[in-house]
């Protein structure tokens, strides 16, 4: 038998899908050698995120998540995690194939839905400020940090002095990063003045507001207007690598423009953009082509609100076609729907069994994390699987035989 050089090998392994990859570990010995090892990891990442190929649409239900790949849509696979409970547990970002999980402040994992790995991060207590009553909003982010090559995960949380004071005003508040290289978390103690608005004053977010946008080795997100508090929208990111917050600028065109601008952040090919939602009767979306350079904020498209819903509340771009011709856009947290670049026009995503509202998230498929298993292991489950079927299908041949007995011969005492 004829052996294929292990070069050979790795270039067409490359170009697999990682649930592929998962399961060509049991061919032999240098093939789950390969696949485990993380110079093919990152190999593989590197490629798919410069192809966009073997893209996944992360769906999140009710109470379940789901996966599909945005290539082929008629096969919906749940999605089955040990942070499955009997409340929603939530997604709070995609990074490299991974997504950030929640069920609480204090149970937090980094899963890779491609892989089923998971990495449960070590609990971090909330401990309540002298004085403060209650928790307020909780904010998180899931980012890759390049400079120093380790994931990091940011949690910040409110308190509120006076759980009957809405209006309130100096805000204790608590910024913690966990670092998966160093699998423990670390306490932010200074934050910039202009910064601890974010914290001192209690905002109404909006959806995903809560949810940090990777971006530029930085997380960001929108501090919304208040009437009668403040006048303005702020845009914050943290930086990964220092570890310190910052502000990005508005485009000029909008900076000192309609103060009644619904604004909200994503990442489209891997840039930061801003969506401003003018009544809900259009979005113009802005895109940052030069990280933190403010000139460099372009217009990129306008979106007039769909005939098909009654209501413009949210939209999100998620990620262009593969010819570039359009765009995947989340409306509303209910729908997805192509946005063709050149006619302007709004056509719907369909996705066969699909639960009726879902939030998405664009996920890479990626083996970071690993694979669950040793060789043994894997063969060993294999030979298992194999015997169940090669049983299954015995049983089944002699219920036939049986049915063909009991038809056949009718004895007449």
Known sequence: MTTVPMDIVNDLFLRLPAKSL???RALSKPCYHLINSPDFISSHLNRVLQTNDHLMILLRGALHLYTVDLDSL???SDVEHPMKRGGPTEVFGSCNGLIGLSNSPTDLAIFNPSTRQIHRLPPSPVDLPEGSSTRGYVFYGLGYDSVNDDYKVVRMIQFKRDPDDE???SFPYEVKVFSFKMNSWKRIESVLPSIQLLFYFYYHLLYRRGYGVLAGNSLHWVLPRRPGLIAFNIIVRFDLALEVFDIVRFPEAIANGDVDIQMDIAVLDGCLCLMCNYDQKHVDVWLM???NVRGSWSKIFTVQKPKSVKMFAFM???VYSKNRDKVLLEINNTKLVWFDLESRKLSTLRIKDCPSSYSAEVVVSSLVLGCKGDLDNINHRKEQRDKEAR????????KKRDDFLSKGFKLVL
């Open 289 to 291: 082509k030069e990280y």
């Open 74 to 76: 008629d096969t919906v």
């Open 167 to 169: 209006l309130g005003c």
């Open 316 to 318: 999100r771009p998620l």
């Open 22 to 24: 998962v399961r060509f």
């Open 391 to 398: 049983e299954a299908k015995m049983m089944q041949n002699s």
